[in-house]
């Protein structure tokens, strides 16, 4: 065990990473598969569209019929029909010929633009085009938004409101996604209550749980609540071993630092392995990371706003190798608004906010102040070699 043994945020994460397994797949219905990851590639099955259809209400034409047309000079069409939705029995077009198309009809043969409604009038059965149409004018040709057999999604694509639209499309129901993390989350303190109880003089009301909670959500994960435990190892001790056997992750939060009554690591120890305790970071130094049967164990700081810094930082990424996600890490290069100083030899992440004219701004606070969360647009990453930032250095922010 390595006992507030510093070692970097990089050897941490490794370790982290390496206890990490990639969950089994599952077929799950395509209207529950938003926010899940995608288990295989997925390729576009047929041609769509499979013909060519307009995109507007208006008139199916042979643009070069239309070449000269305006206000003061309209092309004369003959009207020879309707296009009726869902249908290809209208038959095709021939010279100075037009037909009314609706939005989503098939292309009669011949024709290859619309022309919309507002362009023309009718008078009887002869149609008077009042603008010239160019070739494809309002026409999605067959296969031109996907291609028999083309690659369109690979395997740890996150599933969006406009992915599943194109699975519809492509008839992909069910869909094959990873299983979602059940993530175990254990809260240590003698002096907790919970959100919705009134804290006595010395309490405060429990805010880790629901910052993991709410971040395991976000995330794609199932969260699972064990409780808030006392700082008694035999009270947590059975708590952590039912958590690690129903989860595939657990995260403890509080009861990391070294103190005779934070036992997080003694109970780590007991029921498996504590790989590292200590990571040279701040906030977030007493960072624990373990393993009980194989199951990786992330212990971490009480206060709020490290137990949401080290939870972005490493949780974040270990969900992303359980899942297969491909990580697109939302993130800007932007100017510091301010020069600040940083401790040689630690990491250091500094919360920011943007300003009106795009510069980072940081947003300093201690670490058990929630405020710095809420103000802050997300966090830069000071290297362990740098002894601070200066005004006007070029910084990449890392967004919430």
Same mark, same amino acid.
């Given at each position: ?258 103190? !005779?009554?934070? +036992?997080?690591? =003694? *109970?780590? %120890? ?5 790989? $590292?305790? &200590?990571? /040279? ?65 630690? !990491?250091?992440? +500094?919360?920011? =906010? *943007?300003? %009106? ?5 940081? $947003?300093? &606070?201690? /670490? ?33």
């Amino acid at each position: 065990m390595r006992f507030l043994k510093l070692i970097s945020v990089e050897e941490a994460e490794k370790i982290l990473l390496s206890l990490g397994k990639l969950l089994p797949a599952e077929y799950v219905p395509l209207e529950d598969a938003c926010g899940r990851i995608l288990a295989e590639p997925i390729t576009s099955p047929e041609d769509i569209p499979g013909f060519d259809r307009s995109i507007k209400d208006g008139y199916a034409v042979r643009s070069q019929d239309t070449l000269g047309a305006g206000e003061n000079k309209p092309k004369l069409l003959n009207m020879t029909g309707r296009i009726a939705m869902g249908e290809n029995t209208a038959g095709p077009i021939g010279e100075k010929e037009a037909k009314y198309i609706p939005t989503g009809g098939v292309m009669p043969k011949g024709a290859d633009a619309v022309i919309m409604q507002e362009h023309t009038e009718l008078a009887g059965d002869v149609l008077l085009i009042k603008t010239a149409a160019s070739p494809g004018l309002d026409v999605l040709k067959y296969n031109e938004d996907f291609s028999k057999g083309e690659k369109v999604f690979p395997a740890g694509h996150k599933i969006t409101a406009q992915t599943a639209g194109v699975l519809a499309a492509f008839g992909c129901d069910p869909v094959l996604v990873r299983k979602r993390p059940a993530v175990g989350i254990i809260s240590t303190g003698n002096e907790l209550v919970l959100p919705a109880d009134t804290p006595k003089f010395g309490q405060i009301r429990d805010t880790n749980t629901t910052l993991i909670r709410s971040y395991m959500t976000e995330h794609g994960a199932t969260p699972v609540f064990y409780g808030i435990i006392r700082d008694d190892a035999e009270a947590l001790t059975p708590i952590a071993a039912k958590a690690a056997a129903e989860c595939d992750l657990v995260i403890l939060s509080g009861g990391s630092s070294k103190d !005779e009554k934070d +036992v997080t690591s =003694r *109970v780590i %120890e007991t029921l498996g392995k504590v790989h $590292v305790h &200590g990571v /040279s970071v701040a906030p977030g130094k007493p960072t624990i990371i373990g393993s009980i049967n194989d199951v990786p164990i992330l212990g971490l700081p009480g206060h709020p706003a490290s137990t949401y810094m080290i939870t972005t930082l490493f949780a974040g990424p270990l969900l992303a190798k359980m899942t297969g996600a491909v990580e697109k890490p939302r993130k800007i290069s932007t100017p510091l608004a301010m020069s600040f100083p940083s401790e040689k030899g630690r !990491e250091d992440l +500094v919360r920011v =906010r *943007v300003t %009106e004219n795009g510069e980072a701004a940081p $947003v300093l &606070g201690k /670490s058990g102040l929630l405020h710095t969360l809420v103000q802050s647009d997300g966090y830069i990453r000071v290297p362990a070699g740098r002894d601070g930032c200066e005004k006007g250095d070029i910084v990449e922010v890392l967004l919430w």
